[in-house]
T-cell receptor, first 116, second 110 residues
């Protein structure tokens, strides 16, 4: 099946640090990638939709200057959490989907971010 | 009202039981449907796509009723390893929007 690789899987860093998370589709071209955040015992929350070669579309309430998304190629999207603070600690998950919007999303393993 | 609604759960069932999850969606333009499972502190994994004709994969059967805008997942002969959160997922037509249900937690006990 389709494989999506997300890196790193775990980050622990000091407040004020910027953290970059990579999401790669390994065996298909993903014109669309999605970034989610999930707090403990809560549902997945879509943060933004990333389309290759264009600006990301952010969900309401998500600060685009705080969460920078770059989707420079059909296999790579990155999320940078700028100047992270403890309240940004969460489980961040990316997903990718093939060009056919009838296809399911395939998720990366997720990144557990802890800001001290 | 949420665009995709699921049974609130949790479901607590003994091993070997049959359990059914229901899901309704409100956007009639929805075009593709899926069930995912998510284990604690892990990413969601695709369980199966859902087709109008109904489809089965081993102990799992998914049904779609477009007229009623209703999706179901049936798990037969539940195993301990089936314990997870089950997410109903809908792709809207003509765009890139995917809507996730809040999930239903299943606990299978020995």
């Amino acid at each position: 099946g389709a494989v999506v690789s997300q890196h790193p899987s775990r980050v622990i860093c000091k407040s004020g640090t910027s953290v970059k998370i990579e999401c790669r589709s390994l065996d298909f071209q993903a014109t669309t990638m999605f970034w989610y955040r999930q707090f403990p015992k809560q549902s997945l929350m879509l943060m933004a939709t990333s389309n290759e070669g264009s600006k990301a579309t952010y969900e309401q309430g998500v600060e685009k200057d705080k969460f920078l998304i770059n989707h420079a190629s059909l296999t790579l999207s990155t999320l940078t959490v700028t100047s992270a603070h403890p309240e940004d600690s969460s489980f961040y998950i990316c997903s990718a989907r093939d060009t056919d919007s009838n296809q399911p999303q395939h998720f990366g393993d997720g990144t557990r971010l802890s800001i001290l | 009202r949420k665009e995709v609604e699921q049974d609130p759960g949790p479901f607590n069932v003994p091993e070997g039981a049959t359990v059914a999850f229901n899901c309704t969606y409100s956007n009639s333009a929805s075009q593709s449907f899926f069930w995912y499972r998510q284990d604690c502190r892990k990413e969601p994994k695709l369980l199966m796509s859902v087709y109008s004709s109904g489809n089965e994969d081993g102990r799992f059967t998914a049904q779609l009723n477009r007229a009623s805008q209703y999706i179901s997942l049936l798990i037969r002969d539940s195993k301990l390893s089936d314990s997870a959160t089950y997410l109903c997922v809908v792709n809207r037509a003509g765009g890139f929007k995917t809507i996730f249900g809040a999930g239903t937690r299943l606990f299978v006990k020995a």
